[in-house]
């Protein structure tokens, strides 16, 4: 199986900072990487696809890279509405492996 | 806007089955592969079984091969997952959610819909 690992497991931050947060795929997964957004007792939103393609309607503060093997996702400027956990997921093979998850709190 | 609704979910007894059952509205249900994914309470995701839009192709994570088994049904525009021998670590939230790309064999996620609660125990 492939192991998705995120980092870090959580963060403070500011209205206003830019947060970046990192998966690192256990092996090459090319493009086929996925990131999420979750707020409490909510489920999942899409927002990144194909390690860079926003979905439709995710603002323009989100933005998706990738170097090899590591990935990350990057909110230019932190939103109140922003603050929730965050997940990276391949989809290179099967089993569809997530990421351990990253909460953005307020500092 | 495309809808997924879960249902069927509920207390059951270990060793106990239930069928959950996810209805989608709004988009052309027969061409994208739809998946669950389930969340133990306070973990992280994660992914259970997906099935093509044809329904002609099913994928399980290791530890419910077996034991459960997802269907779809295109005239209902319902897929469902059959969870049978259950146990206490199957406890979680389970969500279904759309495959991104039409008549792809293995895509992102992009439409998730609400979870519905799964309880394992005595």
């Known amino acids: 199986d492939i192991q998705m690992t995120q980092s870090p497991s959580s963060l403070s931050a500011s209205v206003g900072d830019r947060v970046t947060i990192t998966c690192r795929a256990s092996?090459?997964?090319?493009?086929?990487l996925a990131w999420y957004q979750q707020k409490p007792e909510k489920a999942p939103k899409s927002l990144i696809y194909d390690a860079s393609s926003l979905q439709s309607g995710v603002p323009s503060r989100f933005s998706g890279n990738q170097s090899g093997t590591d990935f990350t996702l990057t909110i230019s400027s932190l939103q109140p509405e922003d603050f929730a956990t965050y997940y990276c997921q391949q989809y290179y093979n099967y089993p569809l492996t997530f990421g351990g998850g990253t909460k953005v709190e307020i500092k | 806007e495309v809808q997924l609704l879960e249902s069927g979910g509920g207390l059951v007894q270990p060793g106990g089955s239930l069928r959950l059952s996810c209805a989608a509205s709004?988009?052309?249900?027969?061409?994208?592969?739809m998946s669950w994914v389930r969340q133990a309470p306070g973990k992280g995701l994660e992914w259970v079984s997906r099935i093509t839009g044809s329904g002609d192709s099913t994928y399980y994570t290791d530890s419910v091969k077996g034991r459960f088994t997802i269907s779809r049904d295109n005239s209902k525009n319902t897929v469902y997952l059959q969870m049978n021998s259950l146990r206490a670590e199957d406890t979680a939230v389970y969500y279904c959610?759309?495959?991104?790309?039409?008549?792809?064999?293995?895509?992102?996620?992009?439409?998730w819909g609400q979870g519905t609660m799964v309880t394992v125990s005595s």
């Open positions: 092996q090459g997964i090319r493009s086929w």
């Open positions: 959610a759309k495959g991104g790309a039409p008549e792809t064999l293995i895509d992102a996620f992009d439409i």
């Open positions: 709004r988009f052309t249900f027969s061409n994208y592969a």
